[in-house]
């Protein structure tokens, strides 16, 4: 892709930022999900230094992921994946949570684009392909969060297929990348910080969302 629209792209996510650093700074550790008062503005609760945070992260994976793929009708989907990431990540270190409603919209806008581009003639395969990456890797998270109860939770189960969902467009072998670099950096930061025996697990997300973005640059 062009700078030129890799800069539009990166301007963008930092515009996104904004909404998403309310959602992810006012997220109760249990509960429904709600809107901030003034989400469109970083909420009115939402220390400035945060929105300014969560707007760098959400414009520069953004920029990333334009600089990586080229212009399609599916690359709403990876940009939508990238900034909800983003979020997604504080949100899980703030309070160990993945909420159900976000995980769901980033399986929702894959399959709307990637279904789109199906119709519009770019043929069954790629989508046929991403649902099976998506379906098998639920299938194993979900038996190894049954295996070890209270280490991985739902969300983290369907972040998990989610990444294989999104990253199975590309290829097989990307989505492989991204759910084995993710899970190999958790495995990195747990023994870097000497919690691999801790109560209190590590919040898987971020290490997920970054083995996802290593696969979309490197992997695609």
Known sequence: MSGVASTGLGLAGVIAGAPMAALAH?????????????????GAATHPRSVITTAAGTGGVAAIIGAALP????LPAFWIFAVVGVALSIIDVRCRRLPHCLTGALWGSSA???????????????????????IIATTLMLGLALALPGQLGLGDVLL????????GWLSWQTAGIG??????????LAVATRRGRAPDPMPLGPALIAGWLVAVVFGS
Not at 26 to 42: D, F, H, I, N
Not at 113 to 132: D, H, N, R, Y
Not at 160 to 167: D, E, P, S, Y
Request: hydrophobic share 55%.
């Open 26 to 42: 006012s997220m109760p550790p249990t509960g429904r999900v709600r809107l901030p008062e003034r989400w469109w503005a970083g």
């Open 112 to 134: 709307a684009f990637f279904i789109a581009a199906t119709v519009t003639g770019g043929g069954i395969g790629p989508l046929v392909q991403s649902a099976i990456a998506g």
């Open 71 to 74: 212009v399609s009708v599916t």
């Open 179 to 188: 759910l084995i670099a993710g899970l190999s950096l958790q495995a990195v």
């Open 160 to 167: 998990t297929g989610a990444i294989a969902f999104n990253l």
